[in-house]
Antibody, heavy 132, light 107 residues
């Protein structure tokens, strides 16, 4: 059974870089159908998607955070990571890693149908505080 | 960016009642790209529905999803005590966005 576990410092100083790792256990990361992503939730607020990455290394970012975010993957270690630079108090949140799933079906005429199955598996989340 | 607006903000019901939660998009969303999640206090979100109406693995059939275009609905046919939680809709676009959530509370 797939499990995700976030790890990293719980306290980051303002203007420094937040670094988190998601350790994947119970399954291999090496499928092109999986999206390995980060989502955050400020205290008492809703969910904000940050980024996701495929095991190939192709990454997609939320434009609102793209200038400060880097997501990376290491399939050999079964983990992926998030770096968020120049943090402020506004970056205080619970950070979740999650696995999304999609698939493609070949149709006639070189067309493909795309299917999305949602973010099926989530880590328990880790609370990150920004304070000096 | 597609903005998802959920209503009501809070829904107060008694166990056994029917719950209807709405998610309205600022522009049309392809049905296969609309999902719903449940989140209980101190827990990670849990996938309930994907593709507007398909239940995720292990989700009871009292949960159902419907809709198209810009209007989507999550229905709980008879609310059980364990269903009181916050519910989020999500669309798979560029970027991925979530609604602000609907809190289902005990009346």
């Amino acid at each position: 059974q797939l499990q995700l576990q976030e790890s990293g410092p719980r306290l980051v100083k303002p203007s420094e870089t937040l670094s988190l790792t998601c350790i994947v256990s119970g399954d291999s990361m090496s499928s092109s159908n999986y999206q390995w992503g980060w989502i955050r939730q400020p205290p008492g607020k809703g969910l904000e998607w940050i980024a996701f990455i495929y095991y190939s290394g192709s990454a997609y970012y939320n434009p609102s955070l793209k200038s400060r975010v880097t997501i990376s993957v290491d399939p050999s270690k079964n983990q992926f990571s998030l770096k968020l630079t120049s943090v402020t108090a506004a970056d205080r949140a619970v950070y979740y890693c999650a696995r999304g799933r999609e698939s493609y079906e070949n149709l006639k005429g070189f067309q493909r149908a795309h299917y999305y199955y949602g973010m099926e598996v989530w880590g328990q989340g880790t609370t990150v505080t920004v304070s000096s | 960016e597609i903005v998802l607006t959920q209503s009501p903000g809070t829904l107060s019901l008694s166990p056994g009642e029917r719950a209807t939660l709405s998610c309205r998009a600022s522009e049309s969303v392809t049905s296969i790209y609309l999902a719903w999640y449940q989140q209980k206090p101190g827990q990670a979100p849990r996938l309930l529905i994907y593709g507007t109406s398909s239940r995720a693995t292990g989700i009871p059939d009292r949960f159902s999803g419907s809709g198209s275009g810009t209007d989507f609905t999550l229905t709980i046919s008879r609310v059980e005590p364990e269903d009181f939680a916050v519910y989020y809709c999500q669309q798979y676009g560029s970027p991925i966005t979530f609604g602000q959530g609907t809190r289902l509370e005990i009346k």
